[in-house]
């Protein structure tokens, strides 16, 4: 049975950092991208930032570059999204994806559809 769990989240005041974890069970970890989507109240889910089986590519949102980072740990099974200078706008639900992608092009990243966890919730005050 597969499982994505996330977590990490929290309360925490805006230009604060949070680090999100998503570990994978399941499944032939390497064989999978993982990305990160975000859903706000009233919102459309958005991708975040995404990060391919190999750990060499990575997607951001214009929204977060150069503020968060992706990256995996595959001995883990897990995927890391650091969070830096966190802004209000931020404040969402944040949930994991893994799926078996064929290429990293946005067009794909963005219909990301593997198995999905429960999400965390991240919430930046001002």
């Known amino acids: 049975q597969v499982q994505v769990v996330e977590s990490g989240g929290g309360l925490v005041q805006a230009g604060a950092s949070l680090r999100l974890s998503c570990t994978v069970s399941g499944l032939t970890f390497t064989r999978y991208g993982v990305g990160w989507f975000r859903q706000a109240p009233g919102k459309e889910r958005e991708i975040v930032a995404a990060v391919s089986w190999t750990g060499g590519n990575k997607y951001y949102a214009d929204s977060v570059k150069g503020r968060f980072t992706v990256s995996r740990d595959n001995a883990l099974s897990t995927v890391y999204l650091q969070m830096n200078s966190l802004e209000p706008e931020d404040t969402a639900v944040y949930y994991c994806?893994?799926?078996?992608?064929?290429?990293?092009?946005?067009?794909?990243?963005?219909?990301?559809?593997?198995?999905w966890g429960l999400g965390t919730q991240v919430t930046v005050s001002s």
């Open positions: 994806v893994a799926d078996r992608i064929r290429d990293f092009t946005k067009e794909t990243l963005l219909k990301m559809d593997g198995y």
